[in-house]
């Protein structure tokens, strides 16, 4: 029988957004960036309130469907506890549905809240390991996850097929040297709606060339970023996508012309931009600016933070 937490505990987390797939790593590679959503959670005698600021404020579920609060009573029924109700606060600066990994940070963000409350308990706490593996598990693939629980850049993979995969990741040491350029546009898209322009079935070749540059992006990412221009091509999913994001295609072509390592973020429509050399050019950033891109640039993001006895906001 699960036992009840009491009511009056409080918790929070810092989680933060990330990049998946770098080019030809898809559903592989990812890379957290230094932009967070932070979650606050209380533990109530009954009910469930959601207080939403910032990001998906007035769009998203109010309600026990809201991705957090399903995280967070996954969380806490991993580790074999319950909350009677709830009040959960929502501080959000990742945008939603631009590929910058926000439903992946809901997710570990919820999980990581639990794991404050749960070690206010006997319970003891997820590790890396399980939240990596929960989380991974609501999103159907881990790069995104795995980026947001371990923090830098992460190889992520998954093992077996069915219902019941294993996923699990390990994190790359990103060179000092790189520099991370996200631009992020007006317009949304959905990693749904743009995985069905995707082929069942690629050649051999194209196999082959992502194969191949994938396992260059590790060697460019950790000791080579001179390598990075060519250790990002891909031929798997980005062309496919290109006609469903024509601005985001663009630009992406204007910094590649450049000499600039750029590639979709995620399913897109960001874009994101690494360098071992100076800002951006000109001509990219202009396009950017007339296209309805924010261009920033960006610091490598820390792995997952939670704390037990934090103010709960709302």
């Avoid at 029924?77 to 926000?102: D, E, F, M, T, Y």
């Avoid at 060179?175 to 949304?188: N, Q, T, V, W």
């Avoid at 990075?228 to 072509?253: C, F, G, I, N, V």
């Avoid at 399913?267 to 071992?276: E, F, K, N």
Wanted: charged share 15%; proline share 6%; with cysteine.
């Amino acid at each position: 029988m699960t036992q009840n937490l009491p009511s009056g505990l409080t918790a929070g987390a810092v989680v933060a957004a990330s990049s998946a797939n770098l080019g030809p790593g898809f559903d592989s590679l990812g890379l957290a960036l230094s932009l967070y959503d932070e979650i606050t959670v209380e533990t109530t005698d009954s009910g469930l309130t959601i207080d939403v600021e910032g990001e998906g404020a007035g769009q998203v579920p109010l309600d026990a469907s809201h991705l957090v609060v399903r995280a967070i009573r996954h969380g806490l029924q991993a580790a074999g506890v319950g909350a009677a109700g709830l009040k959960v606060h929502c501080r959000n600066a990742i945008p939603h549905s631009r590929g910058l990994g926000s439903s992946a940070a809901a997710v570990v963000g919820g999980l990581a809240a639990a794991n404050a409350l749960v070690a206010q308990s006997d319970s003891a706490p997820l590790t890396d390991v399980e939240l990596i593996q929960l989380s991974s598990e609501f999103e159907g693939h881990p790069d995104n996850a795995s980026a947001a629980v371990l923090g830098g850049a992460v190889v992520s993979w998954t093992d077996g097929e069915g219902p019941f995969p294993r996923y699990a990741a390990a994190p790359l040491r990103l060179h000092p040297d790189i520099r991370l350029f996200p631009a992020i546009p007006e317009i949304r898209s959905s990693t749904a709606e743009t995985r069905v322009l995707l082929p069942d079935h690629v050649s051999h070749v194209d196999a082959r060339f992502n194969v191949s540059r994938a396992a260059l992006l590790v060697v460019a990412l950790t000791e080579r970023p001179d390598l990075l221009l060519e250790a990002t091509a891909d031929r798997l999913h980005q062309p496919q996508r290109a006609a469903a994001m024509p601005a985001s295609a663009e630009y992406l072509k204007i910094l590649r012309r450049s000499g600039i390592a750029a590639v979709l973020s995620g399913a897109g429509p960001a874009v994101i931009a690494l360098s071992d050399g100076p800002d951006l050019p000109a001509e990219a950033v202009e396009f950017g600016t007339a296209n309805g891109f924010t261009v920033s640039e960006m610091r490598v993001g820390e792995g997952v933070r939670w704390a037990s006895g934090v103010t709960v906001n709302g």
